[in-house]
T-cell receptor, first 107, second 113 residues
Framework: AQRVTQPEKLLSVFKGAPVELKCNYS??????LFWYVQYSRQRLQLLLR?????SIKGFTADLNKGETSFHLKKPFAQEEDSAMYYC?????????WGAGTKLIIKP | EADIYQTPRYLVIGTGKKITLECSQT?????MYWYQQDPGMELHLIHY???????EKGDLSSESTVSRIRTEHFPLTLESARPSHTSQYLC????????????FGQGTRLTVV
């Protein structure tokens, strides 16, 4: 079965430091991959998707088919980046979700 | 303003009660979904609908039922609540298939005592 793994439940970095949130998926083929974010007291929302190859709020994510990874990166973390981040794989009729990583940016 | 609404936000209810979690959207989307999420865990799809009078069960088995009589409304019902139903329930909608961007409501946190 398709599976999305986010190995870190919690990631804490200092403001200005680089951030990398890991995501691995188990699927062969051409996946659609997404990063969703949930800020405190806000609803879950799309951050970015691999197909658009865009940078949102300074975050980028590159699909590595060889390593079946879709890690989320930002070169310089900001305090407002503190949130829950979920990686999701899209296929068939549904999204398969990782368990999420809580990112804390320390001042 | 286009949005997706869930009520109530929080619900504490006794075992055996019947409950309905409401979800409405003004996004104009045909596709709607219900997810269940336990703390610190993944979201699991429990029901989805591709349009009026269309409902399907998701991968996670659930004792809840749904209906889709109107495009904008997708309520979830538990006929007899049990403590094992305690969880967060998230409603979402999308313009295209679920493997594209989904828009989420604020969620309903259900506690069955």
């Amino acid at each position: 079965a398709q599976r999305v793994t986010q190995p870190e439940k919690l990631l804490s970095v200092f403001k200005g430091a680089p951030v990398e949130l890991k995501c691995n998926y188990s699927y062969s083929g051409s996946p659609e991959l997404f990063w969703y974010v949930q800020y405190s007291r806000q609803r879950l929302q799309l951050l970015l998707r691999h197909i658009s190859r865009e940078s949102i709020k300074g975050f980028t994510a590159d699909l590595n088919k060889g390593e079946t990874s879709f890690h989320l990166k930002k070169p310089f973390a900001q305090e407002e980046d503190s949130a829950m981040y979920y990686c999701a794989w899209g296929g068939n009729y549904q999204l398969i979700w990782g368990a999420g990583t809580k990112l804390i940016i320390k001042p | 303003e286009a949005d997706i609404y869930q009520t109530p936000r929080y619900l504490v209810i006794g075992t055996g009660k019947k409950i309905t979690l409401e979800c409405s959207q003004t996004m104009g989307h045909d596709k709607m979904y219900w997810y269940q999420q336990d703390p610190g865990m993944e979201l699991h799809l429990i029901h989805y609908s591709y349009g009026v009078n269309s409902t399907e069960k998701g991968d996670l088995s659930s004792e809840s039922t749904v209906s889709r009589i109107r495009t904008e409304h997708f309520p979830l019902t538990l006929e007899s609540a049990r403590p094992s139903h305690t969880s967060q329930y998230l409603c979402a909608s999308s313009e295209y298939a679920l493997s594209t961007e989904a828009f989420f409501g604020q969620g309903t946190r259900l506690t069955v005592v």
